[in-house]
């Protein structure tokens, strides 16, 4: 199997809906964010599929020594062997790459986070930083681009959070910020036991509610010259979008069960931002 081969199997088989985004792009810039994905699925399976914490510490060392000998020209992974040939054509710094680790790392570190200023650290990481480099690869002239990507990631990883609060739970993580599950009376103990209640309810539309705020802001932060670049960008938005509305439509019954599209509804929603420019 060729390093592209390994990536492409990666980015299909998270079945996430960035692979939708991707199959619009032209060859050279679908390569690029393919290899990119794969890194940024590599380093978060870490986390989410390695029991012991330090092993999993281990592995991410591993992972932040591969990236700096793949920039001292000496990749040995198959997805740096894909990506490492993009780096310079698109921008992807090895910071970036050091950056997602580094939030990878988090989650190892922290399972609670005090507020929001302090969770938005960790998806500025995780997030913000993947944001920017796929505004990057997608084509970005304007500089103002940067701060759209950051604030539509940080939307993006707001709607997983919402939705993953259940598997998260179970993996002994609460995402929600402690102040703001003390203002609506939810305890940590029935979000890990998923007790669905009023006050759960409340709380999720609340953090709804900043998502979507924060969608409206990213999309009107867009410079008009990169609107046609950054489809992409836009594609994804109407799927996460769509996402959330269909969690706020079903009471937020995330904590026993993970709310989904079907591949053929995110097909659609990335073809209408392709081709007619609707989301």
């Not at 092993?55 to 000998?69: C, D, F, G, P």
């Not at 780096?87 to 570190?109: K, N, P, S, T």
């Not at 939810?186 to 979507?212: C, D, G, P």
Request: aromatic share 10%; with cysteine; charged share 25%.
């Amino acid at each position: 199997m060729t390093p592209q081969e390994y990536v492409q199997q990666k980015a299909a088989a998270s079945g996430s809906s960035f692979y939708y985004a991707f199959l619009f792009l032209p060859k050279p810039r679908r390569a690029a964010i393919t290899a990119f994905y794969a890194f940024c699925r590599e380093v978060d399976d870490v986390v989410d599929e390695v029991s012991d914490p330090g092993v999993a510490r281990t592995k991410l060392a591993w992972w932040q020594a591969e990236v700096a000998k793949s920039y001292n020209g000496e990749p040995s992974h198959p997805v740096m062997k894909a990506l490492m040939p993009c780096a310079g054509e698109f921008g992807i710094e090895q910071r970036h790459l050091h950056a997602v680790i580094e939030g990878c790392q988090m989650d190892l570190e922290q399972t609670r986070y005090l507020d929001f200023q302090g969770l938005q650290r960790y998806c500025h990481l995780v997030a913000g930083i993947v944001g920017e480099v796929s505004a990057r690869i997608f084509g970005q002239a304007d500089p103002l681009t940067t701060e759209y990507a950051h604030k539509l990631g940080l939307a993006f990883q707001l709607t997983n959070i919402i939705r993953d609060v259940g598997e998260d739970a179970m993996r002994g993580r609460i995402y929600l910020p402690v102040n703001e599950l003390q203002q609506f009376d939810v305890k940590a103990h029935e979000v890990i036991n998923r007790k669905h209640s009023e006050r759960f309810i409340a709380l999720m539309k609340f953090q709804a509610a900043r998502a979507h705020v924060l969608y409206d802001e990213a999309l009107a932060l867009l410079p008009e010259a990169d609107r046609r670049s950054q489809k992409p960008g836009l594609m994804m938005a109407s799927i996460y979008r769509t996402l959330l509305r269909e969690i706020e439509a079903d009471d937020f019954q995330v904590l026993n069960q993970r709310v989904s599209l079907t591949p053929l509804r995110k097909f659609w929603l990335a073809w209408k931002v392709q081709a007619l420019g609707k989301m």
